[in-house]
């Protein structure tokens, strides 16, 4: 595992980013792995810079996302399809782009599908990852086991809480998820992690002990021997 600790957010996202012009000079047709949530944002902005002034190029990648809630419409505007639209897709020149459906009729069959779908791109090269307040990676919630591959999971209490902040008051938010599992996660030929914020500091100080946990999904990802984790002061506070 490589860590890196930054003083700003900003640096963490401008440090990653150039890991991303490093694949893809390496390998223009780099199947990448990306996440949701706050954390990635920055990155994703970075990224859009890089492309709109001639830096990086995707037209040869394509990408796969870690999850989406289940049952979702893509078009919802809280669908993890409308985010990566908004967020990345849209604004650069990506070959090709998939997540697991929230609109899917039969959740199981679309695991099945997605795996196939990854496995017949040849696997995922570079799999970007944001980490819960509760160690959860993807949907992989704390638990005692793990799936291999995609599979619908109940989301906890704690990652419903974390996500309402996104959803109005008359929105029903979903208590489940399709995710990508720990097996299919850390089979990504590389890993980024990215952990920002004083209120990520708890459980990156769990994470960080020297054990893996059951409990923390997030600490299997450090057994992966290709792993670059970037944080902020803030989020290694209690390191
Ligand atoms: P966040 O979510 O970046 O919004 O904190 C991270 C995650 O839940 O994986």
């Known amino acids: 595992m490589k860590r890196f600790i930054f003083d700003t957010y900003e640096e963490v996202c401008s440090a990653a980013s150039e890991l991303y012009v490093k694949q893809l000079n390496e390998k223009p047709d780099t ?11 920055g990155l994703y902005n970075e990224l859009v ?13 394509r990408s796969f996302n870690l999850d989406e809630y289940y049952p979702m419409k893509k078009d919802h505007p809280q669908s993890y399809d409308y985010f990566m639209r908004d967020n990345l ?23 099945k599908r997605y795996d196939a779908e990854i496995e017949a791109e040849g696997g995922i090269d570079l799999m970007l990852l944001g980490i819960g307040h509760n160690g959860h ?15 619908l999971t109940k989301l906890t209490q704690s990652s419903i809480d974390a996500n309402s902040r996104f959803f ?28 920002t914020g004083d209120g990520k500091a708890a459980i990156a100080k769990k994470l960080f002990d020297g054990m893996i946990h059951a409990d923390v999904p997030a600490s299997f990802v450090l057994l992966h021997p290709d792993v670059t984790v970037f944080m902020d002061k803030a989020a ?4």
């Open 31 to 41: 199947v990448f792995g990306f996440a949701t949530g706050s954390t990635p944002v």
């Open 49 to 61: 810079k890089k492309y709109e002034s001639g830096e990086i190029d995707f037209s040869k990648a």
């Open 89 to 111: 897709f849209n604004k650069i020149n990506l070959s090709a782009f998939s997540l697991p459906s929230g609109e899917a009729p039969n959740a199981q069959a679309e695991c």
């Open 137 to 151: 990676i993807g949907f992989n919630e704390p638990s005692v086991s793990y799936s291999m591959g995609t599979y």
């Open 168 to 195: 109005g008051p008359d929105e029903v938010q979903p208590t489940e998820a399709l995710t990508m599992g720990i097996g299919g996660i850390v089979s990504s030929r590389k890993i980024i992690l990215m952990i």
């Open 236 to 239: 290694a506070g209690n390191l």
